[in-house]
T-cell receptor, first 110, second 113 residues
Framework: RKEVEQDPGPFNVPEGATVAFNCTYS??????FFWYRQDCRKEPKLLMSVYSSGNEDGRFTAQLNRASQYISLLIRDSKLSDSATYLCVASGGNNRKLIWGLGTSLAVNP | GAVVSQHPSWVICKSGTSVKIECRSL??????MFWYRQFPKQSLMLMATSNEGSKATYEQGVEKDKFLINHASLTLSTLTVTSAHPEDSSFYICSAGGAYEQYFGPGTRLTVT
């Protein structure tokens, strides 16, 4: 079983749609969780950290369920510019090493 | 946010040659940097953790004699791919930061012919 698992997609949605990505992690010792966005042939960029209480940043909402070892990302009112690969990341046991999911590909269509 | 640079951004080399990639933290000091490799349509795979002033820690399956890492200062880590082969062609990315956020370099695209 992969340490961080995501549905690879691709997700094809129309502009304005709401889309949700899910992710599970296997290391119960992981303390920090993140969603990164990666555009084709570019480095990953931090989208948002994920907190136990859930957090929202504009159209993006991230949630963490420690009991189920599950992380989610919700994107509302999708824009064309949201098209990218979204990477779910969990910290390793030493809290510095990051464990990456394979990413979920999103294509927002006009 | 903090800035990490990499050089070169892309390189094409012949099989059997060695290639050095530099990773610099421009506005902060980094005692630890990470080197990743990403093949097309795959996720980032951590290759090694670069520690300033000491030996790098390599992930399982990564040959330390092939991927030489030097972290001689608090702002510079280098990765040298020795005797490169076509299967080493990949996107190499470094990062630096703390437990709560990693800042990535723009990556180096290596093509070995």
């Amino acid at each position: 079983r992969k340490e961080v698992e995501q549905d690879p997609g691709p997700f094809n949605v129309p502009e304005g749609a709401t889309v949700a990505f899910n992710c599970t992690y296997s290391n119960s010792a992981s303390q920090s969780f993140f969603w990164y966005r990666q555009d084709c042939r570019k480095e990953p960029k931090l989208l948002m950290s994920v907190y136990s209480s859930g957090n929202e940043d504009g159209r993006f909402t991230a949630q963490l369920n420690r009991a189920s070892q599950y992380i989610s990302l919700l994107i509302r009112d999708s824009k064309l510019s949201d098209s990218a690969t979204y990477l779910c990341v969990a910290s390793g046991g030493n809290n510095r090493k990051l464990i990456w999911g394979l990413g979920t590909s999103l294509a927002v269509n006009p | 946010g903090a800035v990490v640079s990499q050089h070169p951004s892309w390189v094409i080399c012949k099989s059997g040659t060695s290639v050095k990639i530099e990773c610099r933290s421009l506005d902060f000091q980094a005692t630890t940097m990470f080197w990743y490799r990403q093949f097309p349509k795959q996720s980032l795979m951590l290759m090694a953790t670069s520690n300033e002033g000491s030996k790098a820690t390599y992930e399982q399956g990564v040959e330390k004699d092939k991927f030489l890492i030097n972290h001689a200062s608090l702002t510079l880590s280098t990765l040298t791919v020795t005797s490169a082969h076509p299967e080493d062609s990949s996107f190499y990315i470094c990062s630096a930061g703390g437990a709560y956020e990693q800042y990535f370099g723009p990556g180096t695209r290596l093509t070995v012919t």
